[in-house]
């Protein structure tokens, strides 16, 4: 598919273009289920990507966007998270270069990856709308809030019994 992304039916209802064009509404849009996928064993086993699977989820969450539908990218976010933390660890003291027999610098496989890593990262965080600009593409329903005179009131209300 090339151009644009498709935009989500709640983003087109938000901004008004269902009421110009009612007809352009997805009405088989699927509806995944909310809440956390279970942790595979291979994000369980590695300690990073475990760490990482509770912190991400514990966001998704907070925004309202965790659904069960999440779990492969949030499998392949976490073992990348893991292997990238791995790779700075290798290179964090400047190891970013191999000799070779002849003496010739040579840039380290780690040193190569660790900017694939992060770019892979990036492009998954977009996806799961954990950049601050993916953000505000998203539509979520927020926690219920009472306004402030209507806790005045049910203050008001408790004392008077």
């Not at 995944?32 to 989820?57: H, L």
């Not at 840039?107 to 892979?120: L, T």
């Not at 979520?140 to 009472?146: G, I, W």
Request: with cysteine; glycine share 4%; hydrophobic share 30%.
């Amino acid at each position: 598919m090339t151009g644009r992304k498709p935009l989500a039916s709640a983003i087109h209802e938000q901004s008004g273009a269902y009421a110009k064009n009612p007809q352009r509404r997805n009405k088989n849009e699927p509806k995944p289920s909310p809440g956390c996928p279970d942790m595979p064993e291979i994000v369980r086993v590695d300690q990073k990507a475990s760490e990482c699977w509770d912190r991400v989820c514990r966001n998704l969450d907070d925004m309202r966007v965790l659904t069960k539908a999440e779990l492969d990218i949030l499998t392949c976010y976490c073992l990348d998270w893991s292997q990238f933390c791995w790779l700075w660890e290798t290179v964090k003291e400047g190891n970013v270069a191999i000799y070779d027999d002849k003496g010739k610098a040579i840039v380290s496989p780690a040193a190569n990856q660790i900017h694939k890593y992060a770019d892979r990262l990036l492009k998954r965080q977009a996806e799961l709308g954990l950049t601050p600009s993916s953000r505000t593409r998203l539509h979520a329903p927020q926690k219920e809030e009472e306004n402030e005179f209507q806790q005045w009131m049910n203050r008001a209300n408790l004392s008077d019994n």
